[in-house]
């Protein structure tokens, strides 16, 4: 998929004399705050989001990060 913006960017980033910037994408952050406390639900309820509704993926990529 082409990624206009993160191309600018990788461009920009040459132009001011960065060097070995081989590909950026820019893409989107989400962070969701859950009551759910087990890991493995949490991690279970996030993917089912992420496939229903947060992620095209189609054309997107996505990860999990899980904090406390």
Do not use: H, W
């Not at 082409?2 to 960017?9: E, N, S, Y």
């Not at 189609?58 to 904090?67: A, K, P, Q, T």
């Amino acid at each position: 998929m082409l990624d206009p913006r993160g191309k600018a960017t990788e461009q920009a980033l040459t132009r001011l004399g960065f060097e070995g910037v081989k590909e950026v994408r820019q893409g989107k952050v989400l962070e969701l705050n859950l009551t759910e406390s087990n890991p493995e639900r949490a991690r279970t309820a996030l993917e089912n989001m992420c496939k229903k509704l947060l992620a095209n993926t189609v054309i997107e990529d996505y990860s999990i990060e899980l904090d406390g």
